[in-house]
């Protein structure tokens, strides 16, 4: 079963600014992506990883899942950064790039020959044309435990570069690139971050592209700016009467007399075992956003 820890705000940080990187320790966001790649010039690259490493190293994150995107392995910081985020010991290291299963095998040994603890995972960017065209594969991986394929992190912003499709409001260029991720992820037991939403200003779009995300299936959605995190998590966790109702079909379906019965009746609506089982994740994922307040 994909693990139940929240991911519903996963934010980027810049890893050569040193004040955002303690301010990170802050913001209510369930992960922080503290990167090396995107963010950083290639002459600042040297001082971000520093930075990164030690910050990571010196802890104080809290709740905070914390991440590390490296540069590529085919690039000329790709090896050090691999080194210090496998030896600073973050939850996780995040690769850019990724386009075969065979990428995510090779970062995987990369990590343990880097000294990478058990417990960092690998999430994987998911921003080309052959990454999605290869989605299945990729991470079927992650069925294999050397692998370490925990999530997958949707870049639409690269994906809309490679392909030339445009990102129009409602993103109807980017929902089948979107969904045959999802698809992937569910079918493989891996968590799946949506892309980020450009106009931080633009509280109502980003609102609304938030839910998408969420009725497409995913668990989160990675963020530009600390202004987005409260609607992010907002939207990304259940509301009340949905966690209400949940416990109910939970508490029908447990009754002795029911055990045996495939549906049954429940405020006027016809509901499946297979909605108590949606149910017990609904609630589980309640619970793990109240204990990680």
Known sequence: ???????????????????????????????????????VAPDAKELARNQVAAAVK????????????????????GKDDMIAAAQAGPDAILVPKVSSPGDIMMTAKAMRDAGAPDHTRLWAMMETPVAILNADSIVRTAMDPASRLAVLVMGTNDIAKETRARLTPGRPSMIAYLSICVAAARAHGADIIDGVYNDFSNEAGFRA?????????????????????????????????????????????????????????????????????MAR?????????????
């Open 281 to 293: 994740r609904t609630v589980a994922i309640a619970e793990a956003i109240a204990a990680s307040v």
């Open 1 to 39: 079963m994909t693990s139940l820890r929240p991911r519903r705000s996963v934010l980027y940080m810049p890893g050569s600014n040193a004040r955002a990187l303690e301010k990170a320790r802050t913001i209510a966001a369930d992960a922080l992506i503290l990167d090396l790649e995107d963010a």
């Open 58 to 77: 010196a802890g104080g994150f809290g709740r905070r899942e914390v991440i590390i995107r490296v540069n590529g392995s085919g690039t000329p910081w």
């Open 209 to 277: 592209e938030c839910e998408q995300g969420r009725d497409l299936g995913m668990d989160g959605k990675t963020l530009i700016h600390p202004n987005q995190v409260s609607v992010c998590n907002e939207v990304f966790a259940p509301a009340e009467d949905e966690i209400a109702f949940a416990r109910k079909i939970i508490d029908v379906f447990d009754l002795p007399e029911n055990a045996s019965k495939g549906a049954l009746q429940i405020d006027g609506k016809m509901v499946e075992r297979l909605h108590a089982d």
